[in-house]
């Protein structure tokens, strides 16, 4: 599973204006692209469906060809996750793509969201609570076999706190945020990515002001 973020220097994901910050470049957009079309599905929290709107497709001509032709579908299979079914049928979420959009919701919330939803994409029970572990046995029995994690803070906490990140791609944008109010990339919690069990940097690359920093999951200190 792999975790990718954009965030300043000191952070933060956003700042705290009405509009999105754009935090990344051209250059690195087109090298998320790539990265996507490497996975079978991309998952991001129903707070970034609302907040940001996102398509979450493969926007080159070439690599959708390219994944047709390994007999794959040209767009990701889609998955949010919700808690309060908080959920407009009109994002462009649903309303963009071929390829299936799974919702995944506590017991208590999934069947009056699947009512309204109405088709627009398909709500999966995740227990009560919702549980990560649920989610991931899904989409495994649906064949998805590399998901991309593209957040927002809380979805990042959630899954790195839990221990199921293989490989997390950060991307260090050359400024800071410095307003407590905005959102951070992850948010308090207990990380076993911990002193004593640091994660191992595998790419340091320069992307004009940009800089990625790949780390992998395990290792020691030291």
Not at 81 to 102: I, M, N, Q, V, Y
Not at 171 to 180: K, L, M, Q, R, T
């Given at each position: 599973?792999?975790l990718?973020?954009a965030?300043?220097?000191?952070?933060y994901i956003?700042?705290a204006?009405?509009?999105r910050?754009?935090?990344?470049?051209?250059?690195?957009?087109?090298?998320?692209?790539?990265?996507?079309?490497?996975c079978?599905?991309?998952?991001?929290?129903?707070?970034?469906?609302r907040?940001?709107?996102?398509?979450?497709?493969?926007?080159?001509?070439?690599?959708?060809e390219?994944?047709?032709?390994?007999?794959?579908?040209?767009?990701?299979?889609?998955?949010?996750?919700?808690?309060?079914?908080?959920?407009?049928?009109?994002?462009?979420?649903?309303?963009?793509?071929?390829s299936?959009?799974?919702?995944?919701a506590?017991?208590g919330?999934?069947?009056?969201?699947a009512?309204?939803?109405d088709?627009?994409?398909?709500?999966?029970d995740a227990?009560?609570?919702?549980?990560?572990?649920?989610?991931?046995?899904?989409?495994?029995?649906?064949?998805?076999?590399?998901?991309?994690?593209?957040?927002?803070?809380?979805?990042?906490?959630?899954?790195l706190?839990?221990?199921?990140v293989?490989?997390l791609?950060?991307?260090?944008?050359?400024?800071?945020?410095g307003?407590?109010?905005?959102p951070?990339?992850?948010?308090?919690?207990?990380f076993?990515?911990?002193?004593?069990r640091?994660?191992?940097?595998?790419?340091?690359?320069?992307?004009?002001?940009?800089?990625?920093?790949?780390?992998?999951?395990?290792?020691?200190?030291g």
């Amino acid at each position: 599973m792999l975790l990718s973020c954009a965030m300043s220097v000191d952070g933060y994901i956003d700042d705290a204006a009405p509009e999105r910050l754009r935090l990344s470049s051209a250059a690195d957009f087109d090298r998320v692209d790539t990265v996507r079309a490497g996975c079978d599905a991309i998952l991001v929290g129903a707070g970034t469906v609302r907040a940001d709107d996102p398509r979450l497709l493969i926007r080159s001509p070439a690599r959708r060809e390219r994944r047709a032709a390994r007999g794959l579908p040209p767009d990701l299979t889609k998955v949010t996750l919700t808690w309060s079914g908080d959920l407009d049928p009109g994002a462009r979420f649903f309303t963009t793509g071929e390829s299936p959009k799974l919702v995944y919701a506590p017991s208590g919330t999934a069947a009056e969201l699947a009512g309204r939803l109405d088709g627009a994409g398909e709500v999966v029970d995740a227990g009560e609570p919702l549980e990560l572990a649920t989610v991931l046995a899904d989409l495994s029995a649906r064949g998805m076999r590399r998901l991309m994690v593209e957040g927002g803070g809380a979805v990042h906490t959630l899954f790195l706190t839990s221990g199921l990140v293989d490989e997390l791609q950060l991307v260090v944008a050359p400024f800071f945020i410095g307003d407590p109010s905005a959102p951070r990339f992850v948010r308090p919690g207990v990380f076993p990515q911990s002193p004593e069990r640091p994660m191992r940097l595998a790419e340091i690359t320069r992307i004009g002001d940009l800089a990625l920093l790949r780390y992998l999951a395990g290792g020691g200190r030291g």
